[in-house]
């Protein structure tokens, strides 16, 4: 969607500029040949028979006409390079050009050494000359147009290895943005198989519709292998790409800012802008029957449009704490700015002295903002990984206590049977039961209660190690799994947690509340019991505390065979 804004605000520009960049020195007088001389051959127009012929020369009215045209170069000022003497001719590439020079009375046609490509289907036909240029010193061209295009042409002159450095500095520029943008898309593309996440494949297909875009506008496209295949198609070939982009964009801004839990309307807003994309794609071919002018007016009102509801809803989006929506917005507004200075440029320089802006501001921008929502894509995948994390924490904790529920509890102790097994080390189990715990419930009440089973959770942790673990098995119970601990080892922690819990008291609900516990050890060292057989011996042996008075331990030993 910003790549639309950014093509329809530059094509702007480019079609005020002629009109408004008139004061920019040229380098030659240009006059047509009148109509009424058709076509003659070259040696009548450059040994100067027609020159009486020539007139002002205005490349709209001339283009009227149809079929092709000469035209009439005369030089307005000295040109004496120190290197190779060139010639470059600005124009579409649907025009065929023939430039021919005098040299000793005799007629000599001008050799096109290369074409480096422009932005809107335009290149530079560069031709050596045979030397350098005096002032009033005349060439004449022969304008041959086949098929649509760029309705361009000028002329200029300029050093030959400036002019071949400035197109091998733009070609490696674009090449490099292509494949950066491509890369990014790849990579995306090849998340979307492994998390099989929507964002991703809407990601991938409009970042490398994007890249589509700039290689084709820039006409570097035109000229590359297989990419060429699209010359035909002139402007249809950036201008497809970048409204499917746009569909793409519609449906990635929903994802990413989270429309259908938040805002469902919008949310359906985007998939009709979206639709509206899809058929301004295919509406190009209007042109075909004469409509191309109501296509383009409508396209614009899309375009400018959406970028704004686009940028508001962004907005809103990260006010409400959506941060991938902040890397969205940064996205945007980097591409914007290039979009609003070069289409500023534009409208008082001419293109060629905006090449800076249209070769390298625009595409570095677009790559730029391809990496700041790839940041946002990742930043969102940061927080459903967070929000999975605290969902899972949450099945698996007891929401009173903290500490695990009964489930992820056995869950727990088998995975720590199986590791100390295969390594040849016991485990050691705790289970605690609250002392009287009934009697506190129904003398203080259960807010009550359930403050003393939280109350007694610090102690317990204070006598564990990192690789312990504690769980409400029900109710009043707790069970805690020791690794590789020994009966005698389990023994002395349980003794150290009945102290601990025994200093602890309860306040706010009257008189205080001493808590006292009886605890159960079971060990596989000597009852020779894994996992839940564990639990049973330690849950009989509180039973044989309980027995003996409470707020004590009782080790399990083995049942008589």
């Avoid at 292509?178 to 996440?197: H, K, P, Q, R």
């Avoid at 982009?245 to 989270?258: H, Q």
């Avoid at 704004?308 to 507004?333: C, P």
């Avoid at 200093?503 to 205080?512: A, F, H, K, L, T």
Wanted: aromatic content about 10%.
């Amino acid at each position: 969607m910003r790549g639309l804004l950014a093509g329809w605000m530059i094509g702007v520009a480019a079609w005020l500029t002629p009109a408004l960049s008139a004061a920019a020195a040229p380098a030659f007088d240009v006059q047509v040949l009148e109509a009424s001389q058709a076509d003659p051959p070259s040696a009548a127009v450059v040994v100067g028979g027609l020159d009486s012929h020539f007139g002002q020369f205005n490349l709209r009215e001339t283009r009227k006409r149809g079929g092709p045209f000469w035209l009439k170069l005369r030089a307005l000022h000295d040109f004496t390079p120190a290197a190779v003497p060139a010639l470059v001719a600005h124009k579409g590439r649907h025009m065929q050009l023939e430039l021919y020079a005098t040299r000793a009375g005799q007629s000599v046609s001008l050799r096109e050494v290369v074409e480096l490509p422009l932005f809107r289907a335009a290149h530079d036909a560069v031709f050596i000359l045979p030397e350098a240029l005096k002032t009033g010193q005349t060439l004449y061209a022969r304008v041959d147009p086949q098929g649509r295009g760029s309705e361009e042409l000028s002329f200029e002159t300029a050093p030959l290895d400036d002019v071949l450095a400035r197109g091998a500095d733009h070609a490696r520029m674009i090449a490099l943005a292509f494949g950066a943008l491509m890369a990014v898309s790849l990579a995306s593309l090849l998340l979307w198989f492994v998390l099989s996440d929507r964002l991703f494949i809407l990601y991938a297909l409009m970042i490398s519709l994007q890249a589509l875009y700039v290689v084709y506008f820039s006409g570097h496209g035109f000229d590359w292998p297989i990419l060429s295949y699209a010359r035909p198609l002139t402007s249809y070939a950036w201008n497809v790409p970048i409204a499917l982009s746009g569909a793409a964009a519609c449906l990635f801004v929903r994802e990413i800012a989270d429309l259908r839990r938040f805002s469902p309307r919008i949310y359906t807003v985007f998939g009709w802008l979206s639709v509206a994309f899809v058929l301004l794609a295919f509406s190009n071919l209007a042109t075909l029957v004469g409509l191309g002018p109501l296509v383009a007016a409508i396209g614009n009102l899309i375009f400018v449009g959406s970028a704004a509801f686009t940028l508001v809803v962004a907005f809103m989006a990260w006010r409400r704490g959506n941060r991938a929506s902040g890397f969205f917005l940064i996205a945007w507004g980097v591409l914007e700015a290039v979009t609003i200075a070069t289409s500023i440029r534009l409208l008082f320089t001419s293109a060629e002295d905006s090449d800076r802006l249209l070769f390298y501001g625009l595409p570095l921008s677009m790559v730029g903002a391809s990496i700041f929502i790839a940041l946002g894509v990742a930043d969102r995948l940061r927080g459903q990984r967070l929000a999975l994390t605290e969902a899972e924490r949450r099945a698996q904790t007891d929401p009173l206590t903290g500490v695990l529920n009964r489930g992820a509890l056995v869950e727990r102790l088998e995975m720590a049977c199986s590791r100390a097994r295969s390594r040849g080390l016991p485990i050691g189990l705790l289970f605690i039961d609250l002392d009287h715990f009934k009697e506190i419930n129904d003398s203080y009440g259960h807010p009550a209660g359930d403050a003393c089973l939280a109350a007694i959770i610090p102690p317990i942790a204070a006598e564990l190690r990192q690789s312990d673990v504690v769980g409400r098995y029900g109710g009043e119970e707790f069970v805690v799994i020791l690794s590789s601990a020994s009966s005698v080892a389990a023994h002395a922690i349980a003794e150290r947690i009945r102290e601990r819990v025994a200093e602890v008291s309860v306040d706010g609900y009257g008189r205080p509340i001493r808590l006292t516990c009886s605890i159960g050890v079971a060990s596989s060292d000597t009852l020779g019991v894994w996992g839940l057989h564990l639990i049973a011996h330690a849950d009989a042996a509180v039973y044989a505390a309980k027995r003996a008075g409470r707020n004590r331990v009782k080790v399990a030993v083995p049942l008589a065979a």
